[in-house]
């Protein structure tokens, strides 16, 4: 329960429009740390979510994937430039935005996690890295200015974020393969 | 009920047989190296503090940028560094049973690649070819052999990691499903941490190295400053994880208490390695070239380690208070008094600690973009980390020497040692409280920090600070009398002291707590957390500096 009142006040923080603005006037922290902020903060208030509406996440997530999969959607569509600009010109993407990162992307993600298969694990993991390298190669090679509200430096230093952040998730991939995880337990 | 002889030997030799004299040689090897270092370091402080106060002129063979670059390296760096590792390496030998022969001899390595590059970087210094203070970024450029002697020894420091990493994973292995003996997991804390800070100044010295030659003709001012300060900031969260592993760990069981829940403690490591390199930043607050919605979201990273600390005061004292009252003290304060203060062991950790409050306050001054520009540059920063390190974690150290020295070399701590370290303790204190306190009011008055001579032709502000600068005079004079007694005390604890035996002073964890949680031992994850912070923190300025580069600096030598 304190986890999802903790989720709660990491959201209000984030929609203050003071802390959102200075989140969203650097690209790569509105893309690399806004938004997944706002998942995470989906992701703690989950837990009040889950339990409160178990039934409803028994019937429509048994397995888990029907989650992922809308996790997946809502997470590739901010990752369209074309996205983030809307959100900073027009208040109703914006107000998408904070609805659909928490609780169509964060809530569905936590309830999918543990009942996937690690198989499908490895499969989120791997789409994450190879979104990330896509971002990178399109942010880094494109000589254009592709959003309105971001200078073409901003755009390249979002690209090589993308790519640290996708060398960071294949390290801890490889590290999860190299290490026993019965260690752990 | 008793434990047979043969199990006692079996589950816990050390009890039996004490430290083992490989593992001891290595430690008390790198604690010589550190307390020579401190002599020299000190011997330098008393002479910047004296021609600061006019009492005395430095010959004209020395000249003061020399001293202030030889005073920053021998105590930053060398004097830390060497403590950090022989501490350490004796907290794995003792929570492992032994170091891996492997390993000890990675320390040995270690210890050969630092020596090396310590005298290279020495030589350069007294041979004026490198007053260029302990920061060392460009524009101001040393001889080149300066630069491969600091390479030197980050490559012993990377073969100490290695060894610890090394050590870790072969416990782990043997060990499933029981967490690291708390020590050995803050030693784990403090390597990654050290491994990861020195990335960043790696790279700036290997980029300076051709520069300083003459083969590439100019370098970016602004990305070495902040590859510097990835590593300088680093460090002294390094120090502060050190003095915290004492304090969290050693001093409850010098007080007869025991140590704090576990899961805590470890979560403090674990927040201090990840979130740490980026508050590197707040040393930069002035520089340009950062803008400034990246400067305000960068004061939130520096006070985020506020919290790991604030959680650490409050774990200290609930772990103090709950003791004092165990052995009869009563009322709101009575407890305080239960405390062994005349024990070295604990007095000199003790006053680290409340140091550590005031020492905390300042850094939340610095760190605070308005008030940094009342203070920088000036004699406040001084004062503060003379504070913070000359307080809170040298003399954490002193404190620690008290009972690691005797127990690797085999000696005990007589009574008579102890009370030398009480008063060594006290004339420190009242030292470092006299300068530094002094150096924070004169930086207020806008008296600048690393400038030798600030009459100034005798402007009416810069003589309002004469007074002041007379009692950092006063203040080293004490400092020096007090290090003087340190190290006569260290060498004659490895040396002198008679024969016995004396124990590790090693916390337990309350009656009936419940063992750390497995998931704290993800190393795996904390690193890749660490980096993917560090991308996200480095890569808008780096990216920025670069790519929006002014022309570069060429090498500038101003003595
Ligand atoms: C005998 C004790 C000590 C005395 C008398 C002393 C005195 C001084 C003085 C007068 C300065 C000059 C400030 C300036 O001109 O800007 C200074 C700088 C400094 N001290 Fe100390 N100090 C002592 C111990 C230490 C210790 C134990 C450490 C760290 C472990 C330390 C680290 C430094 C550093 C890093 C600087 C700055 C160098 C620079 O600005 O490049 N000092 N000290
Ligand atoms: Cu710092």
């Given at each position: 329960m304190k986890q999802a009142i903790y989720g709660l006040i990491l959201y209000i923080?984030?929609?203050?429009?003071?802390?959102?603005?200075?989140?969203?006037?650097?690209?790569?922290?509105?893309?690399?740390?806004?938004?997944?902020?706002?998942?995470?903060?989906?992701?703690?208030?989950?837990?009040?979510?889950?339990?409160r509406f178990s039934s409803f996440f028994e019937k429509w997530n048994s397995n888990g994937i029907p989650g992922i999969l809308l996790f997946v959607?809502?997470?590739?569509?901010?990752?369209v430039p074309r996205a983030m600009d809307e959100a900073l010109t027009l208040q109703s993407v914006e107000m998408f935005k904070f609805i659909s990162l928490p609780f169509l992307a964060g809530i569905p993600l936590r309830d999918s996690w543990k009942k996937l298969h690690a198989i499908g694990k490895d499969i989120l993991f791997i789409y994450f890295i190879s979104m990330l390298i896509l971002m990178a190669w399109i942010y880094i090679g494109a000589d254009d200015q592709i959003c309105n509200n971001y200078l073409i430096v901003e755009q390249k230093t979002l690209g090589w974020g993308s790519l640290a952040l996708a060398a960071c998730v294949l390290l801890y991939l490889l590290q999860l393969l190299f290490t026993d995880q019965s260690e752990y337990q | 009920m008793e434990q047979p002889l043969k199990e006692t030997i079996r589950q816990n030799p050390k009890k039996i047989l004490g430290v083992n004299p490989d593992d001891a040689k290595v430690a008390l090897a790198y604690l010589s190296v550190s307390f020579v270092s401190l002599l020299i370091g000190g011997?330098?402080?008393?002479?910047?503090?004296?021609?600061?106060?006019?009492?005395?002129?430095?010959?004209?063979?020395?000249?003061?940028?020399?001293v202030l670059t030889a005073h920053g390296v021998l105590l930053l760096l060398v004097f830390t560094a060497t403590f950090t590792i022989g501490y350490q390496y004796a907290n794995l030998s003792h929570s492992f049973?032994?170091?891996?022969?492997?390993?000890?001899?990675?320390?040995?390595?270690?210890?050969?690649?630092?020596?090396?590059?310590?005298?290279?970087?020495?030589?350069?210094?007294?041979?004026?070819?490198?007053?260029?203070?302990?920061?060392?970024?460009?524009?101001?450029?040393?001889?080149?052999?300066?630069?491969?002697?600091?390479?030197?020894?980050?490559?012993?420091?990377?073969?100490?990691?290695?060894?610890?990493?090394?050590?870790?994973?072969?416990?782990?292995?043997?060990?499933?499903?029981?967490?690291t003996p708390i020590l050995a997991f803050f030693a784990m804390g403090v390597f990654v941490l050290?491994?990861?800070?020195?990335?960043?100044?790696?790279?700036?010295?290997?980029?300076?190295?051709?520069?300083?030659?003459?083969?590439?003709?100019?370098?970016?001012?602004?990305?070495?400053?902040?590859?510097?300060?990835?590593f300088g900031h680093t460090l002294v969260n390094i120090w502060y994880l050190v003095a915290t592993s004492a304090w969290y760990v050693i001093v409850p069981k010098i007080i007869g208490g025991h140590h704090f829940k576990e899961k805590l403690i470890r979560l403090v490591v674990i927040l201090l390695v990840i979130l740490n390199i980026p508050g590197g930043?707040?040393?930069?607050?002035?520089?340009p070239a950062i803008s400034i919605p990246i400067k305000y979201l960068h004061v939130f990273m520096s006070l985020a380690i506020a919290v790991p600390s604030l959680m650490t005061a409050f774990a200290m004292f609930a772990v103090f208070e709950r003791t004092g009252r165990k052995l009869g003290g009563k009322g709101l304060f009575g407890w305080l008094k239960k405390l062994p203060w005349g024990d070295v062991r604990f007095l000199a950790p003790m006053i680290a600690m409340i140091s550590f409050i005031p020492g905390g306050a300042g850094g939340i001054v610095n760190t605070s973009n308005q008030l940094n520009q009342v203070i920088h540059n000036t004699m406040w920063v001084v004062g503060h980390f003379h504070v913070t390190v000359g307080m809170s974690v040298v003399m954490t150290f002193f404190g620690i020497c008290y009972w690691l020295i005797p127990y690797l070399a085999k000696r005990v701590l007589t009574p008579k040692m102890s009370k030398i370290g009480v008063i060594q303790t006290i004339i420190w204190t009242i030292g470092?409280?006299?300068?530094?306190?002094?150096?924070?009011?004169?930086?207020?008055?806008?008296?600048?920090?690393?400038?030798?001579?600030?009459?100034?032709?005798?402007?009416?502000?810069?003589?309002?600070?004469?007074?002041?600068?007379?009692?950092?005079?006063?203040?080293?004079?004490?400092?020096?009398?007090?290090?003087?007694?340190?190290?006569?005390?260290?060498?004659?604890?490895?040396?002198?002291?008679?024969?016995?035996?004396?124990?590790?002073?090693?916390?337990?964890?309350e009656e009936g707590e419940e063992p750390a949680p497995m998931w704290t031992e993800r190393w795996g994850l904390w690193i890749v957390l660490l980096l993917a912070v560090v991308a996200m923190a480095y890569v808008v300025p780096i990216a920025d500096m670069i790519m929006n580069a002014p022309p570069g600096s060429p090498p500038i030598k101003t003595w």
């Open positions: 923080f984030l929609i203050l429009p003071p802390v959102a603005n200075l989140l969203e006037s650097i690209m790569i922290i509105h893309m690399h740390m806004q938004m997944p902020l706002l998942v995470f903060s989906g992701f703690l208030m989950g837990r009040y979510v889950i339990t959607i809502i997470w590739s569509y901010w990752m | 011997i330098l402080g008393l002479l910047q503090g004296l021609e600061r106060a006019g009492l005395m002129q430095l010959p004209s063979w020395l000249n003061y940028y020399q049973g032994g170091l891996l022969a492997k390993v000890r001899k990675l320390a040995w390595i270690g210890f050969g690649l630092m020596i090396i590059g310590v005298v290279m970087v020495a030589t350069m210094i007294i041979l004026n070819e490198a007053s260029v203070l302990y920061t060392f970024y460009p524009p101001l450029a040393a001889h080149p052999v300066f630069y491969i002697g600091l390479v030197f020894v980050v490559l012993g420091i990377w073969s100490c990691c290695f060894g610890v990493f090394i050590n870790y994973r072969h416990w782990r292995k043997n060990h499933p499903g029981q967490p050290w491994l990861f800070a020195s990335v960043g100044v790696t790279i700036e010295v290997l980029t300076l190295i051709p520069w300083s030659m003459g083969i590439i003709e100019t370098t970016n001012v602004m990305v070495g400053r902040t590859l510097f300060w990835w930043f707040h040393h930069q607050i002035i520089d470092m409280t006299i300068m530094a306190g002094s150096m924070h009011i004169a930086g207020l008055f806008g008296d600048p920090r690393r400038t030798s001579d600030t009459s100034y032709g005798g402007h009416e502000i810069a003589a309002s600070w004469m007074s002041y600068e007379l009692i950092f005079g006063i203040g080293a004079t004490f400092l020096m009398i007090a290090v003087i007694i340190q190290v006569y005390a260290v060498f004659n604890m490895m040396f002198f002291a008679p024969k016995g035996h004396t124990e590790f002073p090693v916390a337990e964890p």
